[in-house]
């Protein structure tokens, strides 16, 4: 057998993504009889997918829960560096990043803080309570496709009011549940003893969590066929009705996108690698602004990226 393209090896990585996206925690045996992979192929595979970012998860985000929130910052500030930094020994801080663009600071928090009181301040762009996490599953396919597709979707599709008020089961973590949750958080597919016996939680605990896990957390796997780090990361704030729309039309693309309900407001991540798709992408969103789809957008690059930094 000749040694194989990187075409291919490409399509068998997407083959073991789609296998995580659908089952995230499931065995690399079941994933070698789903895929027809070879077992030893599949794990050299998912190394290989993790060290050059083609694969990013399985990760979970929380729920809104009637007794529990997490709240988005779209912030402006004369000097951002320094703010993220100062960021990162803030409380209740759960994730920021710097962007380029309507907003230089973006900030994810578990409770309502006052940032204009920082100094620095400049503006607020958006602020609201993070709801629902989305990462629709990526297609197969090349970046000409997508836009055609998008296209006449745009000219076809008929709007309708999403419900924008849902919460899940009320949480009741105690300490132990919460050290699982930021354990597990980045990957669910970690070896869970030693990760057990390194937060110093029961297993007979860790089982409980685990059943409840689907009550309170969303799971989300990203694929990118280069590599993350080789693509732009574009965040668009939109204002718009139909939620549904925007996450069908941004789930056609061969990278993930990581779409954030916010009211009536969305937060979608999606991630292009070259000056012409950007172009083809700002112009295909001006499409959707032009039909109504959206009712207006705001737009930045992220620059730089910190999480779990609470």
Known sequence: MGKITQAQRRKEYYKIYEQIHESPVQSISDISQNTGISRNTVAKYLQEMYTNGILVGPYIEMKPAKNY??????????????????????????????????????????????FPELKGFQSVVYQGVKRFTYTPKVECTSWDEP??????????????????????????????????????????????????????????????????????????????????????????????????????????????????????????????????????LICTVCDMESVEIIDEYSHALLLDHDTEVG
């Open 69 to 114: 929130k997490e709240y988005v910052y779209l912030l402006n500030f004369d000097k951002p560096f320094s703010v993220l930094q100062g960021l990162k020994g803030f409380p209740h801080v759960i994730d920021c990043s710097i962007t380029f663009g309507d907003w230089n600071i973006q900030v994810v928090t578990d409770r309502c803080i006052n």
């Open 147 to 280: 836009f055609e597709i998008m296209h006449e979707c745009i000219k076809k599709l008929t709007l309708k009011r999403s419900d924008h008020e849902h919460f899940s089961y009320p949480l009741h973590w105690g300490p132990d549940e919460w050290k699982l949750y930021h354990a597990f958080k980045p990957n669910l597919r970690q070896k869970v003893t030693p990760l057990l016996r390194k937060i110093k939680v029961r297993y007979e605990t860790y089982t409980r969590w685990w059943k409840t896990l689907e009550d309170h957390c969303t799971v989300h796997t990203e694929f990118y066929p280069e590599g993350l780090k080789t693509y732009l990361r574009h965040c668009f704030l939109f204002a718009c009705n139909d939620r549904s729309i925007v996450q069908k039309l941004f789930s056609l693309f061969p990278t993930s996108s990581v779409i954030t309900e916010m009211g009536d407001h969305i937060l979608v991540y999606t991630h292009v690698y070259s000056p012409d798709i950007t172009r083809r």
